[in-house]
Each structure stands twice: as C-alpha cells, then as structure tokens.
C-alpha cells in the first residue's frame, strides 16, 4: 500500500517528484525512493528506508537529474520495510513502483526464476520489474509490454514504469488501485491522488481499471488492457483551500483536535439557514431520496465505521429505517441482501481506504437506490465513483489518527438523522436536534477546558499495559473509538465495549492495575452503566467517569469523576470524544511516541 507519482516533462523533473511524494506519505512511509533516466540514458535509482525527508537529505548530496521519472512512498505489505525491500524496484533495463498487492507472485516468481531472472527482495513488487524487463525486450512498444505484464498480473496494482529502451516514455497501468494522469504544457504526470497533483497542475484525468497510459512531455494515450485505445476527456480541479501547517501547535492531532470547533460551526453556518436545514444538503433532489428511503447501509473503514455505528442508533432511535453499519473489509466479501429502497452509504475521510472502494464498486452492482458517499476529500476515489456527495469540509487531516474528520463526519449523519426524522410521527424532533445542534460549538469550546485535567490524569497512563473503555447506547461507539484512539498512538492495548458485556469476558482482566474509562452522558442509561462502574470498582479496578450527571458521593467512592459540560442527548457523542482524543494524545506525549506518525499505520490504507 504506497504512493505512486511520475513525471516527463521537458526540464528537470526531480523536485516534482519529490514534492509529489511528500504529498502521498499519508499512503505509508516505511521507505522512500526515485528513478529517473539520466541524460546518458540510463536509470539512476536512489532509495531510502523511512520518510521523504530521508530520501531528500540523500538527494540533495546527489542530484538526479532527467526529464523522465518515477517515485514511490511505502507502506509494507510484503516483506520487511528495510532497503532491498524498498521501491523502485530494478530489472536489467527498466525501474517500476507499484501499489497493491499481485496475488500470484508466487507462481510468477517460479516462471521468472526458470528464465533466469534474479530476486533481491521479498517484495511481491519484484515480479513486475521482471515482468517488464522480459516483455520490453520482446515487445515493439512500451505499451504492447505493459498490455502482456498486466495481463500475467492477479490482484490490485497502480504501476509506473520507465524503460531505457524508452527513454522519453512513462508507462502506467492500472487495475483496482487508482491512478490518475495530471497534464500541464510540456510535461505529464501520475500520481496515486489528486492532491499530490495540486502544486503542479489542476488538470487530471482518472483511469478506470484495467487501463494502460504511456506519456510523454508533450502526450499521453490511454488504452484498454486488450489495446484498445480510449478517449476520456480532462478535468479541472477544484482549488484546494487550508494550508498544512501545524500553526504554532506542537503536533497535528493537537491541531486537528482544537481546529473541531470551528468545523462544526462552519457545518452549521453553510447547511443550516433561518427555517432550519437546508434543502437537498446530500445533493440534488437528496431530500426526496432520503424520505423515500426504506433501509440504509452504511459501510466504512476504522474510526469512519464509528462513525457509522452512531448513525445507527440515532437513525433508529427515531425513525423505522434499518440501518446497519458494516466494515468494509467485511461487506465487499460476503453476500449482502438488498431489499428495495435501500440507499449505500460510504463514509470515508480520504475517499481513498481500498475496502471501501470495492465496497461501493460492488454496491454500483446491486439494486440500491443511490450511492452516497459522505467524505473529505473532493475529488477522491470514492467521491467521483459516487452518485451522490457530501463533503464534510474538514480541511486536509495530516494526523494518522483521525479526529476532526470524525466530528465532521458525525455532523453530517447528524444531518441525515434530521432530514430522515421528518417521517417521524414525533413532530418536533428534528427541531431538538436542531437546537442541540446549535448549542453544540459552545459546548465543545466548554470541553477544552478539561485539558488541564486530562494532561493530569494521562500520567496515570504511562506504564500501562492495558485500558477498557466502556459505553452503553450512542456512548458504546465513542468507547470503541476512544480505545482505536489509545491503541494508535501510545500503543497501549485498549479496547472499547459495552458496557452491558462487561460481565461476558472482560471483567476477568479486572485488577488492581487496570484503567477502566466509562462514558457517562446524563441520559436514561445512566444506572445501567453506574452498576457496570460498580462491578469493577468490586474488582479493585481504576475507574474513571466522564459524565455531566451529578452523582452522590457513594457512587463515586474511589473513582475519577471527571465532570463534562451538560449538553443534548443527539450531540453528546460530539462531545464525549473530546476529552478521549485529548487523553490519548497526552498519553502519547507521556510516551513520547511519534503522534502524528504511529508505527505500522498510514492515513490511508489503499490495499485490502
Ligand atoms: C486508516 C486511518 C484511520 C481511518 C481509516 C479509514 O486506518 O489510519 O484513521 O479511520 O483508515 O480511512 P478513511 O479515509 O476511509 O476514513
């Protein structure tokens, strides 16, 4: 799972390379790498192990300089992220990076060796380069030996390629990861996303899967896999606003996290006017759709799947749509029963995590009555592929792990629930919701108050191993998002539960040593997780309460009360994850792990 970028152009094309790649780290970051053919016609391959930063330092103590390029940002998925195991990956006379997974490198790796071909790394990647190398020596074109590389190749791949016997020639193939050509006078490209383009060019054109390109400073032709050659017209971007800096703050997820405010203000400011919501917020005749909509389907990826699970219950608290959220991951395998009038909704900050690409591609085919995409990134994968579009206008989100575009998110579905609440018997619903709603960005600007006590309580977290965080209702989802928050960045292993489900396996972990963090809004579950509280507490375990309800002091014998501003039941997620981001936050500080980089992860997972 990586970032591909390429350029031929008729001057220099090093530093669009690596400003390119800066832009597709968030796909990974394990190792980085270049090649270029150089002005003696021969490909120069400089590559390191970790960030672009590494690769720049190594390059700017040896310059690679050429008009034709290719380069590539890792996240490993076959074999370790150490040099040999780095893109580009070399044969003979041809350099190639991928991203993806080539499902039958085994069976390849056996036909190659038998022609003598060499492996030095462990990657799947490799066959490609071999591939490649075999075909140009036997093919009249670039094109026609990339057409017989894809052919050979099972599985997801976005290819680049150069070739010396080529030397003015960019070759990309595409199948199930994207790619997208980005055009400017006198010089092309290829870039995983839109977004790597933008210092460029806002000219691009997407290709489809199974599609071919062979560019060149001045052209570029796209062709189907069987040679056909296709027309598609080109795109403007639109400009991108936000400036990545972290804006006096020491990380981006502290930025990120105080930047919520002022995204759920703005949310309410552009979608809410005198009357209330505006009309068709999701797209044209939205409204209509959605109030006809018998059953929803929401499929998403990690903190957006929370996201998701909360639109579940207040969707079905007050209207009789099902709804069910589901993995990605999970949903694109298995067999899903669509019964009429149900909608798809993807729910994606990047609009770019695999799974839930070929989740919508597999929904496109069954009979739901629209594809709705809610997701941050305009002109991403999953937004061109959808019928319908909300973008949650939360800036671009450089932290792995993910806050504000989880609060946006909830804002959006926020919305849905009061558009779908108007086939309510309970008239006044969504003007509650519209109040809560309203309230929402001076709560929120109450909650940060409590970092002073939060910083304080996150030392009691430094040496532990294990956490439980525990919710009941629109609660449980924040506690299975507070316990992803932990595990991504201080690397403490968390888990989130039902409160309710306590006493089904994980009261065993209760001792002495374990933190337990219930979510406690002041709402009608409120006894039910106090006795949850309780059978901990009975365990000698380390209980901590995030609630605004007043409770005596006999429930609050030996427990951390920490006491949240009071605010409406529909809103109180938006408000509970708060103090969660910024207790996993300072733990990391605490920690002193890489925040805004966890090990192993990537902001965007774009293999299965
Ligand atoms: C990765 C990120 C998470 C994110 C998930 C889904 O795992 O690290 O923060 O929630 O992907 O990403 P998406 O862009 O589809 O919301």
């Not at 036997?138 to 030397?167: H, Q, T, Y």
């Not at 703050?249 to 505006?278: C, D, P, R, T, V």
């Not at 919305?415 to 929402?440: G, P």
């Not at 427990?559 to 981001?581: A, R």
Request: overall charge positive.
């Amino acid at each position: 799972m990586c970032g591909i970028f390429g350029a031929v152009s008729k001057s220099e094309i090093q530093g669009s390379l690596i400003s390119g790649l800066s832009k597709l780290e968030y796909r990974g970051y394990d190792s980085a790498g270049i090649s270029i053919i150089t002005g003696r016609q021969k490909i120069k391959r400089v590559r390191c192990v970790g960030k672009v930063k590494n690769l720049k330092r190594i390059l700017n103590s040896s310059r690679s300089s050429g008009f034709c390029g290719i380069a590539h940002t890792r996240w490993a998925t076959h074999g370790q992220p150490i040099l040999k195991n780095s893109h580009p990956h070399n044969s003979s006379k041809v350099s190639i990076v991928h991203n993806g997974i080539i499902e039958n490198s085994d069976e390849l790796k056996v036909y190659l060796k038998k022609k003598n071909y060499k492996f030095t790394s462990d990657t799947d990647s490799e066959v490609i380069a071999h591939l490649f190398s075999y075909y140009a020596e036997r093919s009249s074109d670039g094109v026609e030996a990339m057409k017989r590389v894809a052919k050979k190749l099972n599985g997801s791949f976005a290819i680049a390629a150069i070739c010396e016997r080529w030397p003015d020639h960019l070759l990309a193939a595409c199948n199930g990861s994207p790619l997208l050509i980005g055009t400017k006078k006198g010089s092309n490209f290829i870039s995983s996303d839109i977004h790597a383009l933008s210092e460029t060019t806002d000219t691009y054109v997407p290709l489809q899967d199974n599609e071919i390109v062979e560019l060149n400073s001045t052209d570029y032709k796209i062709y189907n896999f069987t040679g056909r050659k296709i027309s598609r017209k080109q795109t403007k971007a639109k400009k991108q606003t936000s400036e990545i800096n972290k804006n006096g703050y020491k990380h981006f997820m502290q930025k990120e996290i105080y930047e919520q405010q002022e995204i759920i203000s703005n949310a309410i400011k552009h979608q809410i006017g005198k009357k209330g919501l505006l009309p068709n917020i999701f797209g044209p005749n939205s409204d209509k759709l959605l109030l006809k909509t018998k059953h929803i389907h929401f499929v998403a990826c990690g903190t957006s799947y929370n996201a998701a699970l909360i639109a579940k219950y207040w969707i079905e608290e007050i209207t009789d749509i099902v709804c069910t959220a589901e993995i990605a991951s999970e949903y694109r395998y298995r067999t899903v029963n669509v019964p009429p009038g149900t909608l798809f909704v993807a729910i994606s900050q990047s609009g770019e995590t695999a799974d839930t690409i070929y989740s919508l591609k597999k929904a496109k085919n069954r009979n739901y009555c629209s594809i709705l995409s809610i997701c941050n990134v305009p002109e991403s994968s999953i937004t061109r592929l959808s019928d319908l579009v909300y973008l949650t206008h939360a800036g671009p989100e450089i932290s792995v792990a993910s806050t504000k575009a989880f609060t946006s998110q909830l804002i959006a579905l926020l919305f849905m629930t009061m558009v779908l609440s108007r086939t309510s018997k309970n008239k006044t619903i969504e003007k509650t919701i519209l109040k809560q709603v309203k309230a929402l960005p001076a709560i929120i600007k109450k909650t940060f108050l409590l970092e002073k006590e939060i910083k304080k309580i996150a030392k009691n977290f430094k040496n532990k191993k294990h956490t439980l965080f525990l919710g009941r209702g629109v609660s449980y989802p924040i506690a299975l998002e507070a316990a992803l928050k932990l595990k991504e960045i201080t690397y403490i292993h968390a888990e989130g539960y039902a409160a309710g489900e306590l006493k089904h396996g994980p009261l065993a972990l209760v001792d002495k040593n374990l933190p337990v963090i219930g979510l406690m809004p002041d709402n009608n579950l409120v006894n039910q997780v106090l006795s949850n509280l309780a059978e901990v507490r009975a365990r000698q375990g380390l209980v901590y309460i995030f609630t605004n309800k007043k409770l005596s002091s006999s429930k609050t014998d030996k427990t951390n009360v920490i006491n949240m501003p009071s605010c409406g039941h529909f809103v109180s997620p938006l408000v509970y994850v708060i103090p969660m981001q910024l207790l996993s936050y300072y733990v990391a500080i605490e920690k002193k792990t890489n925040i805004d980089q966890p090990r192993n992860l990537a902001k965007s997972v774009t293999v299965e």
